[in-house]
Structure formats: C-alpha cells, structure tokens
C-alpha cells in the first residue's frame, strides 16, 4: 500500500509568511508525529497525534507553530509569520499503534526555505 | 530526558569493508533503540529496532546491531559493505514520554563507501 506521503515536498516562503505543509499516513494508522530537521541534525520531535486528538504538543519551538489532524488522517502543520530559522525540513511520521509503541513510518519530508 | 550520541558524523569505508556506525544513548529507564537510514531526499527507512529481548538484532539490507546496557550502546555493523549502503544513519533512543514513545534522534552519520 502507499506510505506516507507529505506536500509539498518544497516550499519557498519570503519571511513574515504563513506556510501549511499537509501530511497523508498510512490509511488506518492511529498515531502521527510532526519532526523537524535541521540541516545537517537529527529530526527533533514536535508533535503527536492519536486519532485527532493532539496529546503532546511539547516540541513546537513557539506558538507561531500549530498542528491540526481534524479527521484523524490527515494533518496540517501551520506556521505563522514564517522566520528564516524555521527554515528545515519537516517530517511526519505514522504508526499504527497508540503511542508510536510500532515502528514510526516517516514520508519524504517537507523543505522548508525562509528567505 | 534522553540522548542519543553518534560518534564521527562522517565515516568512510572502502567496498567490501566492514561498517561500523557508532551510537551511545543515556536514558534512566530501558530504552527502545531504532537505527534509520535516509537517503537523499527521502524519508527515513527503519533499519532495525531492539525493544526487549535478545540483545543481538537483525535488520534489513544485511545490518545488524547490539544492545549493551552495560556500555549503554547501540553500535550498528555490516560486514561488508555495498556502494548502495551510501546514506546518512541515524540511531534513536525511544522512551515514554506522557502518552507517547517519541523518538530523540542522534545528529547523524553520513557515510560514503569507496570504490
């Protein structure tokens, strides 16, 4: 079946925008992380879904950063009056198990560029 | 709170050669360990996990690593290494966190395998 998928998979955004960065998981799966990677780091959590319930939102670096997963599937991730360190790449991940306890699938990521 | 340490963000080998990626990882309660692989704009591909049980683990592509909780590490090994096995690695220490396994990643190992 098709894995986790993420749009778009480059984004170019001038600074003081707003971006959305949308995450399809795998159909079924009950928890989505949100990660962020810096160039040339380890993703850093941000975020954890089960179903639409957003149960830890701990790693958002400010509250210029805001995830929904309305319906359970899918997921956006918001940032506001985008800064050029917020500049990354943005992963999602999915798992079929609450909590992440299975293996994390991950999409191909979201480049984010702020000029 | 945990960490994850890769020693050597750069690491070479010729083809042929035995890969050895090292990973240390501080955490007060017993871990899950993961080794991802990511290639160039790609997500990240589980290579391996160790949850309980045996401390030796498998994974795919020929990769292997061990769990020693008296030298807290996670080192990952192939014997012989393939021109595909150019990638960068990440190891990941998961630990429950609320409601949620998230994973704290290390910084990475890019490594190149010469011809």
């Known amino acids: 079946g098709a894995g986790v998928s993420q749009s778009p998979r480059y984004k170019v955004a001038k600074r003081g925008q707003d971006v959305a960065l949308r995450c399809d998981p795998i159909?079924?799966?009950?928890?989505l992380f949100w990660y962020q990677q810096a160039l040339g780091q380890g993703p850093e959590f941000l975020t954890y879904?089960?179903?639409?319930?957003?149960?830890?939102k701990s790693g958002l670096p400010s509250d210029r950063f805001f995830a929904e997963r309305p319906e359970g599937s899918v997921s956006t991730l918001k940032i506001q009056r985008t800064q050029q360190e917020d500049s990354a790449v943005y992963l999602c991940?999915?798992?079929?198990?609450?909590?992440?306890?299975?293996?994390?699938?991950f999409g191909p990521g979201t480049r984010l560029t702020v000029l | 709170a945990q960490s994850v340490t890769q020693l050597g963000s750069h690491v070479s080998v010729s083809e042929g050669a035995l890969v050895l990626l090292r990973c240390n990882y501080s955490?007060?309660?017993?871990?899950?360990l993961f080794w991802y692989v990511q290639y160039p704009n790609q997500g990240l591909q589980l290579l391996l996990k160790?949850?309980?049980?045996?401390?030796l683990v498998k994974g795919i592509n020929g990769f292997e690593a061990e769990f020693k909780k008296s030298e807290t590490s996670f080192h990952l090994t192939k014997p012989s290494a393939h021109m595909s096995d150019a990638a960068e690695y990440f190891c990941?220490?998961?630990?429950?966190?609320?409601?949620?396994?998230?994973?704290?990643f290390g910084s990475g190992t890019q490594l190149t395998v010469l011809p």
């Open positions: 991940a999915s798992s079929p198990a609450r909590g992440g306890y299975n293996e994390q699938f």
């Open positions: 159909s079924g799966h009950v928890s």
């Open positions: 879904f089960q179903n639409e319930a957003q149960l830890d």
């Open positions: 955490s007060s309660v017993p871990p899950y």
């Open positions: 160790y949850t309980t049980g045996a401390t």
């Open positions: 990941a220490v998961s630990v429950l966190s609320g409601s949620a396994r998230q994973l704290t």
